[in-house]
């Protein structure tokens, strides 16, 4: 389940997504599968080669993209999501969702 994040938000990164552009995505988050992780950050890129180049510099592996036919994406959560906000300085991410 989603929540935390406004129609412009999800309808402003749909449009980077499909503009070939790294697209950053935080929201809130419960799946029972993940314990302890209540946020998700999706990065999302149309562009696979662009995305996966950009995952491989975090050490994402290829086979992680969700390959959504409209919007390919990373799920990131836990610790590596906290690491890749920081070091794309997604602070206003890191501050709203208390990402630490």
């Given at each position: 389940m989603a929540f935390g994040v406004s129609k412009e938000e999800l309808k402003a990164w749909k449009k980077d997504v499909k503009?070939?552009?790294?697209?950053?995505?935080?929201?809130?988050w419960l799946d029972d599968r993940f314990p302890g992780?209540?946020?998700?950050?999706?990065v999302g890129c149309?562009?696979?080669?662009?995305?996966q180049?950009?995952?491989t510099r975090y050490g994402l592996k290829p086979e992680w993209i969700h390959h959504d036919k409209?919007?390919?994406?990373f799920d990131?959560?836990?610790d590596r999501q906290?690491?890749?906000?920081?070091?794309?300085?997604?602070?206003?991410?890191?501050?709203?969702?208390?990402i630490n």
């Open positions: 503009d070939g552009k790294i697209a950053f995505l935080t929201h809130f992780c209540t946020t998700v950050t999706k149309s562009d696979l080669s662009r995305l180049e950009w995952g409209n919007y390919p994406h990131l959560f836990g906290r690491d890749i906000l920081r070091g794309e300085n997604q602070h206003d991410q890191l501050e709203r969702f208390k």
